[in-house]
């Protein structure tokens, strides 16, 4: 035997994409080549390879060896090629029997041949069960690997384990089982006190999926409020954990969990942090790591106002594409916008107790930062207080798990009707079931110029989660006229 | 039941000081009707001719302007009655059986003392409260207009007969009030016009009708302060608005305040002193919010089901009923 060729893993973007690794042992000649776009960390493979076949006890075998990455348009980096490289070499070198080849692997090899984790492990569980073949991967990766269902993972910790796990000599273990539950670490709404109407802002915006603004003093409160959405929003289902977990691999982090994604950027943060990019092989940014969850802007107005308007689209499509040399990548965005601002630049404008010193043209300038088609896209906006002692002091506000139960209802009254109310167009709010007294309370209001038309869309959008958090098929007089009071200034 | 004699002199509109030494001398109100009709003092044809006349003629002519006489003994009920002679009061309207909270306060009042009023008047009205008031120019009228946006009950005291109006301005407002179920009353009879020595009088019975006072815009010699001085001697709570220091019109309110007033330093701290309760969740919620405004929290806060407050600040502000702005929830005319 002089070729071998085992599998391996990359992921593209979010996709999962089998790698092919080829093993070719040609004339005696002691050369070891790999080809196939490998990046420096895997030209390195050759010598840690070398190394932990040796360490292992096998011979490394003195003829020309060539290890190809295929496709080979396919940019590869680090070291998780190591472990399917070397399972190759051996048996093309018929060092050890044919199906030790059979199987997809990830994992770096140390020196001494024991097996590191490393990321990607989510993709290999992919393609393998894609493929039917069994997995092998270090522990880490191995957990990570194991989260796809139908993934036969094996968890090893040396290449010689390795090659008795391939081979079937020996059972290795399963990893445990890795999605998290959710609420482990999700704060709880019942920490609020007071605040009613951002409370109840935050549950609209939960149940409809509707962009949040928070408007208000610093220590009013809009951080944890904000950081209360996901406890209140339906956990992840299998398909979304997953979904979720290949774009935080892609950022070549962890995520497994069914805790949906918070994610809260400083407004510092550059432009391919927040959507995405970068050299090489594109990561995804900060909107797209909020795939499913919340991406929570505070101090919006501080936010480069190019920034902004770069996470518009994003936004609007629910995907980001990037393109890059060689290569293009899509990353989904569906997430949920959480944004918090002070109402003037000191902060205390409209405050209890601290007076604002700013001046009108100070404000204007503040608002005017903030002014634009992203502003738009928030269709409730509140603006939150900072609570009086007696509020400390007050009935602790519903836990999330209540808040959540009429959530997951109304957004089951969403999905039968097809689309989730903050992303409905003008056209299906034309067709909305408004009842009689609802719509001409709608057009009092348009009447009087207190909605514009953009304004106009933003309160059918809400009046209709407000009708479907109370179980109404129609929208009826009072859902329309609470909508009415989440309009905010801005 | 009116005595008739009672009806009869105080249809002569003597200012208190004549009345009390006409009875003093003559010894009773048949007695001083008898001596106004040989001349006793100068008086109007009308008022003689109403000395004349029966007790049905008399009532005619107060229904003519949609008047009645009420006598002394059915006013001021828990309340101590003024020193001076009374007869009764000529009311249009229904006069509230409970004492009310005065206002006053200068005639020529700045913006700043007119949204206070305003602003108390609401208040006053929105927590059931009966606002007293004059009718005047400045801050009687402003506290009255607030009572009657907010849907409330007042009493405007006059100095001149019911059925004339001054300023002429307020004649709607007046209307309004009564209709709203307060009153419009004075000593004087029906036709009696304005004239500047019959408004000191009233003072006496807007702190007569009044449980607690409130001043707030005052120079320091004016009719407000006045009231304010006969309310402390008679025992009623009196509390002040601060004013400018280098203001005229703030100079009695804030002299007031430095003999020992209750200074008022913001419109809750009126909930307290006078111990008002926001009306029943039924009440118009636009009432309990004056152009001064409150918190769309706290008026969830306080709301028994703050949900449908919410549903209720949506409908009163697509009614134009309030303006909500930042939050602050204004209440609007």
Known sequence: MFFASTTSAALVGVRPHPVRVEAFIGEPKNTFTLVGLPDTAVREARDRVRSAIQASGYGFPTRRVTVNLAPADLPKGGSAYDLPIALGI?????????????????????????????????????????????????????????????????????????????TGRTQAPAPPPVVADPDGDVPDLADVRGQFQARRALEIAAAGGHHLLLSGPPGAGKTMLARRLPGILPPLDEDEVLEVACVHAAGRRTRLSRTRPFRAPHHSASLVALVGGGSGMPVPGEVSLAHRGVLFLDELAEFPPSILDALRQPIEDGTITIARKGITVTFPAVCQLVAATNPCPCGYRGDRKRSCRCTSAAVGRYRRRLSGP????????????????????????????????????????????????????????????????????????????????????????????????????????????????????? | ????????????????????????????????????????????????????????????????????????????????????????????????????????????????????????????????????????????????????????????????????????????????????????????????????????????????????????????????????REALERGRDVYVVPGDIDRPTSEGCNRLIQDGAHPICGLDDLDELLDLRLGPAGRDLSTQVGPVGRPVEDLLAEAEDPRARLVELGRLEAAGKVRIEEGIVYGLE
């Open chain 1, 90 to 166: 051996l048996s093309a070198a018929g060092i050890v029997p044919p199906q030790a080849a059979r199987v997809v692997a990830v994992g770096e090899l140390a020196l001494d041949g024991s097996v590191r984790s490393v990321s990607g492990g989510l993709a290999a569980g992919l393609v393998a069960a894609e493929r039917g073949l069994p997995c092998i991967a270090a522990s880490e990766t191995a957990r990570e690997a194991g989260a796809v269902p139908g993934a036969d993972v094996r968890v090893v910790t040396t290449l010689t384990e390795a090659v008795e796990v391939a």
């Open chain 1, 374 to 490: 992203l502003l738009d896209r928030f269709d409730l906006r509140v603006q939150v207080w900072r609570p009086d002692a007696d509020e400390f002091l007050a009935r602790p506000g519903e836990p999330s798990a209540v808040v959540r139960a009429r959530v997951v209802d109304a957004r089951r009254r969403q999905r039968l009707r097809g689309v989730a109310n903050g992303r409905l167009t003008r056209a299906a709010l034309d067709a909305l079931e408004i009842e009689g007294d609802a719509s001409k309370l709608l057009g009092e209001a348009l009447a009087a110029g207190k909605v514009t038309a953009r304004g106009f869309d933003r309160v059918r959008r809400v009046a209709r989660t407000i009708a479907d958090l109370a179980g109404s098929d129609a929208v009826g007089v009072e859902h329309v006229a609470e909508a009415l009071t989440f309009r905010g200034q801005w």
């Open chain 2, 1 to 228: 039941m009116v005595n008739e004699a009672h009806l009869r002199l105080a249809h002569a509109g003597l200012d208190p000081a004549r009345l009390g030494r006409l009875l003093g001398e003559t010894g009773s109100a048949a007695a001083a009707v008898r001596a106004l009709v040989a001349g006793r003092y100068r008086l109007g044809d009308d008022a003689v001719e109403a000395l004349k006349c029966s007790t049905a003629a008399l009532a005619a002519r107060l229904q003519a302007v949609g008047a009645r006489f009420v006598p002394r003994i059915e006013l001021f009920a828990d309340l101590t009655p003024p020193e001076d002679p009374l007869l009764g009061l000529f009311v249009r309207g229904s006069l509230p059986p409970v004492p009310g909270v005065a206002v006053v306060g200068s005639r020529r009042a700045t913006r700043y003392g007119l949204g206070v009023a305003e602003a108390i008047g609401r208040r006053l009205a929105a927590a059931g409260r009966v606002v007293v008031s004059g009718l005047a120019r400045g801050i009687d009228g402003a506290a009255h207009r607030g009572c009657v946006a907010a849907g409330g009950v007042g009493v405007a005291v006059l100095g001149l007969g019911i059925d004339v109006w001054y300023p002429a301005e307020h004649r709607t407002l007046g209307e309004e009030l009564v209709a709203g179920g307060g009153a419009v009353v004075s000593e004087y009879p029906p036709g009696t016009p304005p004239a500047p020595w019959r408004f000191p009088c009233r003072n006496r019975l807007i702190v007569g009708l009044s449980a607690a006072v409130i001043v707030v815009e005052a120079a320091a010699k004016s009719g407000a302060l006045i009231t304010a």
